[in-house]
């Protein structure tokens, strides 16, 4: 599956009723990188997602029009200033899973990610990464306060946020709490 770029998107998945909007980053035949729009226009990060998760596209609907406008206004009335989405550089010849896990980890920062099995969605540092496990030092989201360490498979993620104003925020409260 080959996604249109530099089109906005209505991003629907296998497991949701509901869905994100987005525009391509990067992609390979696997895996896609999308930039995260929210409901006002605002890009606020990334997610990462394997194609086969994606269950449907809608492309030019009435609510991406609105949204598109709202992109406009935003460029023309900076409001956003303490926030700009840092570009990263991704390889498609290779797994962008692998690429965004390794970022996170080399910079110490959140990710939140979805597995094939359930909806859960599990918010954390990357602790360690060895042969096809990544080990996960979760962070509760309505305290900022690290409460499990879990290892998962890699080929098991369906999803990851990463780069995110919420991750970001979190990871800010987390430190300065905790570490302080």
Do not use: P
């Amino acid at each position: 599956m080959i996604i249109a770029e530099s089109k906005l998107i209505e991003i629907y998945t296998k497991n949701k009723d509901s869905f994100s909007v987005g525009k391509v980053y990067c992609q390979n035949d696997e895996q896609v990188v999308f930039e995260d729009i929210d409901t006002q226009g605002k890009i606020i990060g990334y997610y990462a997602m394997k194609k086969k998760y994606i269950s449907k596209l809608k492309y030019e609907t009435e609510y991406l029009k609105k949204i598109y406008l709202y992109m406009q206004y935003a460029k023309e009335h900076d409001y956003s200033g303490w926030f700009s989405l840092e570009k990263i550089k991704l390889d498609i010849d290779k797994s962008l899973f692998d690429q965004v896990i390794n970022i996170a980890k080399k910079n110490n920062s959140i990710i939140t990610v979805g597995r094939e099995e359930d909806d859960k969605l599990e918010t954390a540092y990357v602790k360690d990464i060895y042969n096809e496990d990544i080990t996960l030092e979760c962070i509760d989201i309505s305290n900022a306060k690290l409460y499990d360490e879990i290892t998962m498979k890699l080929n098991e993620i369906n999803f990851i946020e990463f780069n995110s104003v919420d991750n970001l925020l979190l990871e800010y409260a987390n430190k300065k709490k905790y570490n302080s």
